[in-house]
């Protein structure tokens, strides 16, 4: 591997859904290829977000399966795919996202390849540290490949504490950064006199319709995320004043959503749109965003819907305080609760001042703090300090957005 080079070339490894972990990686190897970088993007499938760029290849990760196997043996095939991809193309840092599985793949890549693997970093995006990394039977594994990891990030400040908790893991020991999740705030902007509404029935209501609120829910519908909790916050607010939801996303919950809308008889009021790969548009028509969640680690569609103008309620958890400020950029309430949450909202809707005023400071807040430029620097940062530990960024010049020849100038 060499040590110090103009372009670096990183592997990265996750899920291609539709839920945090697998946006945020999309995104980052896709901007990491606009600055330059030579990108290799692993997942089972091509990740939802993923365009074409020249610098960024997808490969897809093959797994076997045999007769003999209950389950496929997903954890020793990533291993071997990516000790192979590391060298064919000199790979230099391998960028995991969600710990489990591929901690463990990287592990054993690790082993395989000795001296010669990359540097591997890993980013923790929440349940694998909640919900499954504290586990009896992931836990051992998990610490070890963790402390075998060469540098750890996680989105909040929330997740890294709760990390040192769960997984047992010591500050000491085993560092963990904290590198917030970003948005391209060029792409989710408020709309603007050019912008063309989405042809969807749902934005070519009656007249009455036109001038009622709209609210709106991004998701992938799994309980965690509290939908049903989304139909009884909106049947609320519909009980006082003309509003209509947007419900965007799909997973295990839909239907049975869908069907609560119905027997609280708002569901004419309703709009469930599915996935989108491309929902700006909707997101730029819409006043407040829902996200009643049982935990979020940051909040990622909350700060695609900031970055549009767009204000968020949202529940008092995880990293969301660290995203939303009460009554400037947005509100937040106890988890569950349904009353509170629908008085928010209708005091929002209620006072148009305010409203305004929110959806200014969340779009402010979001070009200061969450910007793709800002955040993108301390990757690159990250992975230089990995791959050449006399690396500074003040001895770099510092890239910019528009460069594509990116960013060392390094000085020994």
Same mark, same amino acid.
């Given at each position: 591997?060499?040590?110090?080079?103009?372009?670096?070339?990183?592997?990265?490894?996750? =899920?291609?859904?539709?839920?945090?972990?697998?946006?945020? &990686?999309?995104?980052?190897? $896709?901007?990491?290829?606009?600055?330059?970088?030579?990108?290799?993007?692993?997942?089972?499938?091509?990740?939802?977000?993923?365009?074409?760029?020249?610098?960024?290849?997808?490969?897809?990760?093959?797994? #076997?399966?045999?007769?003999?196997?209950?389950?496929?043996? =997903?954890?020793?095939?990533?291993?071997? +795919?990516?000790? $192979?991809?590391?060298?064919?193309?000199?790979?230099? @840092?391998?960028?995991?996202?969600?710990?489990?599985?591929?901690? &463990?793949?990287?592990?054993?890549?690790? %082993?395989? /390849?000795?001296?010669?693997?990359?540097?591997?970093?890993?980013?923790?995006?929440?349940?694998?540290?909640?919900?499954?990394?504290? /586990?009896? #039977?992931?836990?051992?594994?998990?610490?070890?490949?963790?402390?075998?990891?060469?540098?750890?990030?996680?989105?909040?400040?929330?997740?890294?504490?709760?990390?040192?908790?769960? /997984?047992?893991?010591?500050?000491?020991?085993?560092?963990?950064?904290?590198?917030?999740?970003?948005?391209?705030?060029? #792409?989710?902007?408020?709309?603007?006199?050019?912008?063309?509404?989405?042809?969807?029935?749902?934005? *070519?209501?009656?007249?009455?319709?036109?001038?009622?609120?709209?609210?709106?829910?991004?998701?992938?519908?799994?309980?965690?995320?509290?939908?049903?909790?989304?139909?009884?916050?909106? !049947?609320?607010?519909?009980?006082?004043?003309?509003?209509?939801?947007?419900?965007?996303?799909?997973?295990?919950?839909?239907?049975?959503?869908?069907? #609560?809308?119905?027997?609280?008889?708002?569901?004419?009021?309703?709009?469930?749109?599915?996935?989108?790969?491309?929902?700006?548009?909707? $997101? +730029?028509?819409?006043?407040?965003?829902?996200?009643?969640?049982?935990?979020?680690?940051?909040?990622?569609?909350?700060?695609?819907?900031?970055?549009?103008? @767009?204000?968020? $309620?949202?529940?008092?958890?995880?990293?969301?305080?660290?995203?939303?400020?009460?009554? @400037?950029?947005?509100?937040?309430?106890?988890?569950?609760?349904?009353?509170?949450? !629908?008085?928010?909202?209708? +005091?929002?809707?209620?006072?148009? +001042?305010?409203?305004?005023?929110?959806? *200014?400071? &969340?779009?402010? @807040?979001?070009?200061?703090?969450?910007?793709?430029?800002?955040?993108? %620097?301390?990757?690159?940062? !990250?992975?230089?300090?990995?791959?050449?530990?006399?690396?500074?960024?003040?001895?770099?010049? *510092?890239?910019?957005?528009?460069?594509?020849?990116?960013?060392?100038?390094?000085?020994?």
């Amino acid at each position: 591997m060499n040590m110090v080079k103009d372009v670096l070339n990183i592997a990265m490894v996750c =899920f291609p859904s539709f839920g945090g972990s697998g946006v945020l &990686a999309t995104e980052l190897a $896709l901007a990491l290829a606009r600055r330059g970088h030579r990108v290799h993007l692993l997942s089972s499938r091509r990740p939802f977000r993923l365009d074409e760029h020249p610098r960024l290849r997808f490969h897809p990760i093959e797994v #076997h399966d045999y007769p003999l196997f209950e389950h496929a043996p =997903f954890t020793m095939a990533l291993a071997s +795919q990516l000790a $192979l991809l590391s060298e064919q193309e000199s790979i230099d @840092v391998l960028h995991l996202h969600y710990a489990i599985p591929f901690a &463990a793949s990287a592990l054993l890549m690790k %082993q395989i /390849l000795g001296t010669k693997a990359p540097k591997v970093v890993t980013t923790l995006h929440g349940t694998d540290v909640t919900h499954l990394g504290h /586990l009896p #039977h992931h836990l051992p594994v998990l610490q070890t490949a963790l402390r075998q990891s060469d540098g750890i990030t996680t989105p909040s400040q929330y997740l890294r504490k709760a990390a040192y908790t769960h /997984l047992k893991l010591s500050p000491d020991t085993t560092p963990i950064q904290v590198i917030p999740n970003f948005v391209d705030s060029h #792409h989710f902007r408020p709309a603007d006199e050019d912008t063309i509404a989405p042809a969807h029935p749902f934005f *070519q209501s009656s007249e009455d319709k036109t001038h009622s609120p709209i609210l709106v829910h991004l998701s992938n519908f799994r309980p965690v995320k509290r939908p049903i909790d989304v139909i009884d916050i909106f !049947a609320k607010i519909r009980s006082q004043r003309p509003a209509r939801l947007l419900m965007i996303g799909d997973g295990p919950e839909r239907e049975h959503v869908a069907l #609560h809308a119905r027997q609280l008889g708002v569901d004419e009021d309703v709009s469930f749109i599915g996935s989108q790969r491309e929902f700006v548009s909707y $997101l +730029q028509r819409c006043d407040l965003m829902l996200l009643p969640s049982e935990m979020e680690s940051f909040g990622l569609a909350a700060l695609e819907a900031m970055s549009c103008g @767009v204000p968020v $309620l949202a529940s008092h958890v995880g990293g969301l305080p660290e995203l939303i400020e009460h009554g @400037v950029s947005g509100y937040l309430a106890d988890v569950g609760d349904i009353e509170a949450m !629908a008085a928010l909202a209708l +005091q929002h809707f209620d006072t148009p +001042q305010q409203m305004d005023a929110m959806r *200014q400071a &969340a779009r402010r @807040v979001v070009e200061a703090k969450w910007s793709t430029s800002h955040i993108i %620097q301390q990757y690159e940062e !990250a992975y230089l300090r990995l791959c050449s530990p006399s690396y500074s960024l003040s001895q770099a010049e *510092q890239p910019s957005d528009a460069q594509v020849q990116t960013y060392v100038h390094h000085k020994e």
